[in-house]
């Protein structure tokens, strides 16, 4: 019976609104007072849904608490303009009818803090927009099939995993957006996992911090993914010294059919100093990835097998600058500074295209001396395409080492590397390589 006279007392203070504003607040404050203002986000989610407009704006004022289960939890389903509306949730405000001055806190929950999908809907349309989504027992923003969140200023943080992108769903993060100090204690994806057919995240924001016991520190590419790294976004992990952020790829993890596309432009694509024990930066693991005016910088893996850059089990790699980096040389497109104990780039059993790229400053880690440490390295059944490649300043025994694959050569630049004992014997390849798989 109080669920029922809630829902007729809620009818009616919609019905005589005289515009069905969309504008609501929640507040408790002197300030926050008539119809467009209720004590509670779970207050204002049903007034939204009630009023029939085909877009809501719920600003969230500091006046009340977001915080704790009963708080900072919450399921938005089927908000699109023909159910209750495209939602927008605005955080920031001090108080009722003041300008934004900040960000609002919300989460200290055991369940996720937003998820976001639909029942009835063929979408959810979300805007999250000045937020702090902080301290999730699991991952803090679900986006599940129908979903479409667009996330602006916002930060994810401090959970144990940042967004989980299902089928069908769509996530962007704007380049004022950032997701870090996540950490994911039972399956990929740190920062963000996005798996199922036509699933899509856009990421220009920072991606920091972010760890996983399993692959993909800060974003895992699973089948049916696509992830677009956008101009000027940036990937920073711990160093050398931090813990590490991934057992593959600390960066990305790019899983069989799904796709990365990190598309640098004026700015480029920035991996900063990933850890992981296999593929330091990027694991390509039977997906696809196409790489445009990327820096890798800083590198580092426990294993032998690409400090930056590992691909293998039928993987593909293409890695290029395009023709609007301001950058001089080969630097719009760089691997740098890698600290590796066998190979930068280790492809196996896959396809890799490197071209105008600078591979730079690399340092080889003995703690395995006998170890032949390369730039490249190619297994069985792998073609490694390189032109217009440069080797610089680097320390290892040789630019490429073909290990039963096969290397296709053009106008290579290699200068300045050096022995890592520090004798001289830099070589252009293995000692081992024939004619049948070295193609110049």
């Given at each position: 019976m109080r669920i029922l006279i809630l829902v007729s007392l809620l009818v009616s203070l919609v019905s005589s609104l005289p515009s069905r504003a969309a504008v609501i607040w929640v507040g408790s404050s002197p300030a926050c007072t008539g119809v467009g203002a209720q004590g509670s986000?779970?207050?204002?989610?049903?007034?939204?849904?009630?009023?029939?407009?085909?877009?809501?704006?719920?600003?969230?004022?500091?006046?009340?608490?977001?915080?704790?289960?009963?708080?900072?939890?919450?399921?938005?389903?089927?908000?699109?303009?023909?159910?209750?509306?495209?939602?927008?949730?605005?955080?920031?405000?001090?108080?009722?009818?003041?300008?934004?001055?900040?960000?609002?806190?919300?989460?200290?929950?055991?369940?996720a803090i937003f998820d976001i999908g639909v029942t009835s809907e063929a979408s959810s349309e979300v805007t999250l927009r000045n937020l702090l989504l902080d301290n999730s027992d699991q991952y803090a923003v679900v986006a599940s099939a129908g979903a479409v969140v667009m996330m602006e200023n916002v930060a994810v943080a401090n959970s144990n995993g940042g967004i989980q992108v299902g089928a069908n769903a769509f996530v962007s993060i704007d380049g004022s957006s950032v997701v870090e100090n996540n950490y994911r204690t039972s399956s990929n994806g740190g920062g963000i996992s996005c798996s199922g057919s036509n699933s899509n995240v856009q990421i220009a924001g920072t991606l920091s911090m972010n760890r996983t016991e399993f692959n993909g520190g800060n974003v895992d590419v699973g089948a049916g993914c696509f992830v677009e790294l956008l101009d000027g976004m940036r990937i920073i992990g711990a160093g050398p010294l931090g813990p590490v952020s991934a057992w593959g790829g600390g960066s990305v993890y790019v899983g069989a059919d799904g796709q990365l596309h990190a598309r640098g432009r004026t700015n480029r694509v920035i991996f900063d100093a990933l850890l992981a024990a296999y593929g330091g930066s990027l694991y390509v693991d039977g997906g696809l990835a196409i790489l445009e005016n990327v820096h890798f910088n800083g590198s580092q893996v426990h294993s032998r097998e690409g400090a930056a850059i590992l691909v293998r089990d039928g993987g593909q790699l293409f890695m290029d600058r395009t023709a609007d980096c301001p950058l001089g040389g080969l630097r719009c497109s760089e691997i740098q500074g890698s600290v590796h104990r066998g190979?930068?780039?280790?492809?196996?059993?896959?396809?890799?295209?490197?071209?105008?790229?600078?591979?730079?400053?690399?340092?080889?880690?003995?703690?395995?001396?006998?170890?032949?440490?390369?730039?490249?390295?190619?297994?069985r059944n792998s073609t490694v395409r390189l032109n217009r490649v440069g080797f610089i300043d680097n320390e290892m025994y040789a630019a490429v080492g073909p290990v039963g694959g096969v290397f296709e050569l053009s106008h290579l630049t290699i200068a300045d590397n050096r022995h890592p004992d520090g004798g001289a014997g830099f070589s252009f390849v293995n000692r081992g390589i024939t004619g049948s798989n070295l193609r110049v």
């Open positions: 986000l779970d207050q204002d989610l049903l007034l939204a849904a009630l009023n029939g407009e085909p877009t809501d704006e719920i600003r969230l004022t500091r006046t009340v608490s977001y915080t704790g289960n009963g708080d900072g939890s919450y399921v938005l389903q089927n908000w699109t303009a023909s159910g209750g509306g495209a939602l927008t949730l605005t955080g920031g405000y001090p108080d009722c009818s003041a300008a934004v001055d900040g960000i609002t806190r919300i989460g200290d929950t055991a369940s190979s930068v780039v280790h492809v196996v059993d896959s396809f890799a295209q490197i071209q105008r790229t600078l591979i730079e400053r690399s340092v080889y880690d003995d703690i395995e001396p006998n170890v032949l440490a390369v730039a490249l390295v190619t297994g």
